[in-house]
């Protein structure tokens, strides 16, 4: 049974911690892993946003983007602890092109990836997932669903994107703690499911 702590309820890894995971919580520029680390986290988040300046006019998209002012220029880093044994690291990526060395080292020890897509820019989300299955990083997807845009069916985004039967497919409103926690839940269960099918 999964038991989940409250947004800064604790700030230490309980004793009965066993297992840690880290997960990365990717996508494209300005789809909403901010929110959703800092909106699942049970410890302060630590974030790296700094205000969009004329520095990013022709260099980042920010078409469909609406008045967003500010972006991640490092990462996003939160904690949930999902059971008394198990703690997730959340990792959330930095979604501009010109931050893609940093990839390397988030990458580097994940047990998989959530990845945010934004069907209003969903074609933005196929470089994401081309690195992520490059670096062997499994993953889930979930639709952040904002609000006053058309939604589509699950499986008409799994088409769209051309993801393996397998891959989970989960909406969200990343503002949600509770639809955060069911999308992380469903890639832990995935990743879970992958590792026991490996032949040992």
């Not at 892993?33 to 909106?39: D, I, L, P, Q, R």
């Amino acid at each position: 049974m999964v038991s989940v702590h409250s947004p800064g309820e604790v700030d230490y890894v309980a004793e009965t911690v066993t297992r840690s995971v880290k997960i990365l919580v990717a996508g494209n520029f300005g789809v909403g892993k901010t929110t959703f680390v800092c909106g699942v986290s049970e410890i302060r988040p630590l974030r790296t946003e700094e205000t969009i300046t004329e520095a990013s006019i022709g260099v980042d998209d920010m078409a469909g983007l609406g008045t967003k002012v500010q972006t991640t220029v490092a990462l996003d880093f939160g904690r949930l602890t999902l059971n008394p044994q198990l703690a997730l690291y959340l990792f959330g990526t930095p979604g501009q092109e010109r931050f893609a060395p940093l990839w390397e080292e988030l990458a580097r020890g994940a047990l998989g990836a959530l990845v945010l897509v934004d069907t209003r820019r969903i074609e933005k989300a196929d470089d994401v997932l081309s690195a992520l299955e490059q670096r062997g990083v499994p993953y889930a997807v979930a639709v952040n669903e904002f609000e006053g845009f058309r939604r589509y069916p699950l499986e008409e985004v799994r088409e769209a994107l051309d993801l393996a039967p397998e891959t989970p497919v989960i909406a969200v409103d990343a503002r949600r703690r509770d639809h955060n926690l069911r999308a992380l839940i469903t890639l832990a269960e995935y990743l879970f499911r992958r590792q026991e099918s490996v032949p040992r």
